[in-house]
């Protein structure tokens, strides 16, 4: 059974900085997308980065220039660089990733790691 679990989140003032992760278990073939998402009090889920199994990253124009999200193939694990915070950005963050245990890739999320950035 795969399972994400998640690392990081925590209480940060304004300007600081969290980098959050995140590591697969369990058996499977391969990892492909690798993506963080994040949910505030009464709004949807949305996307805050992606990264593709070759690198490719893509980012909401909300973080763009202030969060990084990189990979670990080797550990399955993906990870969110996020600085420059602002209270806006306070949510509660999960990993998403697309694994492939037999035939087409199946999407898994984290727990949810809770970000919040005081003013």
């Known amino acids: 059974q795969v399972q994400l679990v998640e690392s990081g989140g925590g209480l940060v003032q304004a300007g600081g900085s969290l980098r959050l992760s995140c590591a697969a278990s369990?058996?499977?073939?391969?990892?492909?997308?690798m993506g963080w998402y994040r949910q505030a009090p009464g709004k949807q889920r949305d996307m805050v980065a992606r990264?593709?199994?070759?690198?490719?990253?893509d980012y909401s124009d909300s973080v763009k220039g202030r969060f990084t999200i990189s990979r670990d193939n080797a550990n399955n694990t993906v990870y969110l660089q996020m600085n420059s915070l602002k209270p806006e950005d306070t949510a509660v963050y999960y990993c998403?990733?697309?694994?492939?245990?037999?035939?087409?890739?199946?999407?898994?999320w984290g727990q949810g790691t809770q970000v919040t950035v005081s003013s």
């Open positions: 369990g058996s499977f073939f391969r990892i492909n997308d």
């Open positions: 990264i593709t199994r070759f690198g490719r990253t």
């Open positions: 998403n990733m697309y694994i492939r245990i037999f035939g087409d890739d199946s999407n898994y």
